[in-house]
């Protein structure tokens, strides 16, 4: 037997042996590059390459369900599946984690990054859901300082969504030389719900949304964004958005977990995107999570964001109309040592 093919089923059977008593996932079929795609003839330096879509994405437990999802219909829907690379952020305790997208996507190229969860928990202020107080929820902000300086361009995807459409178009987003990030800007929101009433009675806070933004600020979705990466390192933003977290931890100026800060930092500097790329709050709102529909308009990109989660409201049996689009993406196998005979 050759010996890589070896080597790749001996990893496989500790894998599938560290699964026991746990959740277990379906290995997803592999999908293949059409004709008309980029032929990559020496792909050993997959993680640097622009000749590639990068995506990034964190891995944590209680999300893994998601993150499976959200692969699958990555590559499902991409016309050349074989030219994506995902870059995966995961704490040191939980490493381990990556084990499952090895079994289920034991072709799949990604490379995982430690996460020093220690180090951010500090600058975490509490919020309006338990959930957005996770470490790795603010991974996000630290991305250009964790994954390796030679990626130029990547897309940030939250855990709970799907995409069904082809990833490449979003990838291939143009963003202008004196922009660092795109996303879907939605500027009906209520912006100034986002900060508390001690920001805005502060002039020198509030000040800071009219100073040097391009267009008047507006809300817009941390969940899925394209970032130019070098861009971000040259202009030092992980360090202004913790200046803000710092400053949130003496005077409380919001509310809603990691969203503010980008919000000060970048709204109103954004290349917008279209709407179709985020038809977020499919979860319904961060305390009731009722079921919502979707926006008006085409879709690419449906975004469970809110407290209601596809997974968690199907496994209770209350699930919301929307969640029926969640499930073909599911690979959790079924633990029939809990279903009732």
């Given at each position: 037997?050759?010996?890589s093919?070896?080597?790749h089923l ?7 042996a560290?699964?026991?008593?746990g959740?277990?996932?379906?290995e997803a079929?592999?999908f293949?590059?059409?004709p008309e795609?980029?032929t990559i003839?020496?792909?050993d330096?997959?993680v640097?390459?622009?000749k590639?879509?990068?995506v990034a994405m964190?891995?944590?437990a209680?999300y893994?369900r998601?993150?499976m999802?959200v692969i699958l ?8 599946p ?7 952020v995961?704490?040191?305790q ?5 084990n499952y997208v090895?079994?289920?996507f ?7 990054y430690p996460y020093d969860v220690?180090?951010?928990?500090g600058l975490?202020?509490?919020s ?6 996770s470490?790795?929820?603010?991974a996000?902000?630290?991305?250009a300082?964790?994954?390796p300086?030679c990626?130029?361009r990547?897309?940030y995807?939250?855990?709970d969504l799907?995409?069904?459409d082809?990833?490449?178009?979003l990838?291939?987003t143009?963003?202008?030389?004196d922009?660092?990030l795109?996303?879907?800007e939605?500027c009906?929101a209520?912006f100034?719900t986002y ?9 020198s806070l509030?000040?800071?949304l009219s100073?040097?933004?391009?267009r008047p600020p ?5 969940g899925v ?6 861009k971000?390192?040259e ?6 958005i ?5 400053l949130q ?9 990691s ?9 109103g500097?954004?290349a917008?995107?279209d709407?179709?790329?985020n038809q977020?709050g499919?979860g319904?709102?961060?305390?009731r999570?009722l079921?919502?529909?979707l ?7 449906l975004?469970?964001s809110g407290?209601?989660?596809?997974w968690?409201?199907l ?5 919301c109309?929307?969640?029926?689009l969640?499930v ?6 079924p ?7």
């Amino acid at each position: 037997m050759h010996s890589s093919l070896l080597l790749h089923l001996t990893i496989l059977f500790i894998f599938t042996a560290s699964f026991a008593g746990g959740e277990r996932f379906k290995e997803a079929p592999e999908f293949f590059n059409s004709p008309e795609c980029l032929t990559i003839l020496n792909d050993d330096d997959f993680v640097c390459s622009d000749k590639y879509v990068h995506v990034a994405m964190t891995l944590d437990a209680a999300y893994l369900r998601g993150s499976m999802a959200v692969i699958l219909s990555v590559l499902q829907h991409s016309s050349c599946p074989q030219n994506i690379v995902f870059h995966f952020v995961t704490s040191k305790q939980t490493y381990r984690l990556q084990n499952y997208v090895v079994s289920s996507f034991p072709y799949l190229k990604f490379r995982i990054y430690p996460y020093d969860v220690a180090a951010i928990s500090g600058l975490i202020s509490t919020s309006i859901r338990s959930a957005l107080d996770s470490p790795l929820n603010y991974a996000r902000n630290y991305l250009a300082d964790i994954l390796p300086t030679c990626l130029s361009r990547v897309i940030y995807l939250d855990s709970d969504l799907i995409l069904v459409d082809d990833i490449s178009k979003l990838f291939s987003t143009h963003i202008p030389n004196d922009i660092v990030l795109a996303a879907p800007e939605y500027c009906n929101a209520n912006f100034t719900t986002y900060f508390t009433p001690t920001f805005w009675s502060n002039p020198s806070l509030s000040i800071t949304l009219s100073l040097n933004r391009l267009r008047p600020p507006c809300y817009f979705n941390t969940g899925v964004m394209v970032i130019e990466l070098k861009k971000w390192r040259e202009g030092d933003y992980t360090r202004k958005i913790i200046e803000w977290m710092e400053l949130q931890k003496r005077i409380r100026i919001y509310e809603l977990g990691s969203l503010p800060p980008f919000l000060l930092v970048f709204a109103g500097n954004i290349a917008p995107v279209d709407h179709r790329w985020n038809q977020h709050g499919l979860g319904g709102d961060n305390f009731r999570g009722l079921c919502r529909d979707l926006h008006p308009g085409p879709v690419s990109l449906l975004h469970w964001s809110g407290k209601g989660k596809p997974w968690v409201r199907l496994d209770s049996g209350r699930a919301c109309p929307l969640d029926a689009l969640w499930v073909p993406y599911d690979l959790l196998e079924p633990r029939f040592d809990l279903i009732e005979t």
